[in-house]
T-cell receptor, first 113, second 115 residues
Framework: KAGVTQTPRYLIKTRGQQVTLSCSPI?????VSWYQQTPGQGLQFLFEYFSETQRNKGNFPGRFSGRQFSNSRSEMNVSTLELGDSALYLC????????????FGEGSWLTVV | AQSVSQHNHHVILSEAASLELGCNYS??????LFWYVQYPGQHLQLLLKYFSGDPLVKGIKGFEAEFIKSKFSFNLRKPSVQWSDTAEYFCAVSSSNFGNEKLTFGTGTRLTIIP
C-alpha cells in the first residue's frame, strides 16, 4: 500500500513569507504527526492530529500551526518565516491504537533565505 | 517528560565487525520503543519496535535490540555489519497510553562502515 506522501518535496521561501506543507497519511491511518529535523536540534515533535483535532503539541511558537481534514490528510503552516525555520519537515501517520507503529514520509525540505 | 539519550554520536566500524548502539530513555510510565534508520538522502525507516513481551526483538536487515527495563535501555545490535549499513540511527520512545502518538527521539548515531 502507498506510504505517507508529502508535498512539496523541496521549496525555497523568503524571510517573512508563509508556507503550507501537505501530508497524505497511509490509508486507514487516522493519526498524523509533524516533526522538524535540523542538524542542530535533531528530530523535534511539532504536533499531532487525530480525527481533525489537535491532540498533542510540542514546544514550538504559534507561528507553526496545522490542521487535519475529514479524510485524515493534514497540512501544516508556518507564518512569518525565519531563517531558523530552514529544516526537513516530516509527516508521520499511525493507526493510533496505543501500540502503534509510526510511519514517516520522505519529508519536505524548506529553505528560508 | 520523556527523554532519550544516544551516547554514541559517530561510530566507525569495518565491515564484518559487530555493532552495538546504546539507547537510554527516561519516562515514568509504560513505553513503546523504536529504532529508526535514515540512509543518506532517504526518509526515516523503521528497523524494529518493542511494545511488550519478549525483550529481545528482531528487526529487518539482521538488526536486533534488547529491552532492559531495569536499566531503561534499548540497545541496538548487529553481529556483522555491511557497508550498506552506513546511515544515521535514531532511538525513539512513545507512551503506550492510547492517544499519545508523540515520539521522542534521541539525537541519533551516525554509523560509518569502512569497506
Amino acid at each position: 500500500k502507498a506510504g505517507v506522501t508529502q508535498t512539496p518535496r523541496y521549496l525555497i521561501k523568503t524571510r517573512g513569507q508563509q508556507v503550507t506543507l501537505s501530508c497524505s497519511p497511509i490509508s486507514g491511518h487516522r493519526s498524523v504527526s509533524w516533526y522538524q529535523q535540523t542538524p542542530g536540534q535533531g528530530l523535534q515533535f511539532l504536533f499531532e492530529y487525530f480525527s481533525e483535532t489537535q491532540r498533542n503539541k510540542g514546544n514550538f511558537p504559534g507561528r507553526f500551526s496545522g490542521r487535519q481534514f475529514s479524510n485524515s490528510r493534514s497540512e501544516m503552516n508556518v507564518s512569518t518565516l525565519e531563517l531558523g525555520d530552514s529544516a526537513l519537515y516530516l509527516c508521520a501517520s499511525s493507526l493510533s491504537s496505543g501500540r502503534n507503529t509510526i510511519y514517516f514520509g520522505e519529508g519536505s525540505w524548506l529553505t528560508v533565505v | 517528560a520523556q527523554s532519550v539519550s544516544q551516547h554514541n554520536h559517530h561510530v566507525i566500524l569495518s565491515e564484518a565487525a559487530s555493532l552495538e548502539l546504546g539507547c537510554n530513555y527516561s519516562y515514568g510510565g509504560t513505553v513503546n520503543l523504536f529504532w529508526y534508520v535514515q540512509y543518506p538522502g532517504q526518509h526515516l525507516q523503521l528497523l524494529l519496535k518493542y511494545f511488550s513481551g519478549d525483550p529481545l526483538v528482531k528487526g529487518i536487515k539482521g538488526f536486533e535490540a534488547e529491552f532492559i527495563k531495569s536499566k531503561f535501555s534499548f540497545n541496538l545490535r548487529k553481529p556483522s555489519v555491511q557497508w550498506s549499513d552506513t546511515a544515521e540511527y535514531f532511538c525513539a520512545v512513545s507512551s503506550s497510553n492510547f492517544g499519545n502518538e508523540k515520539l521522542t527521539f534521541g539525537t541519533g548515531t551516525r554509523l560509518t562502515i569502512i569497506p
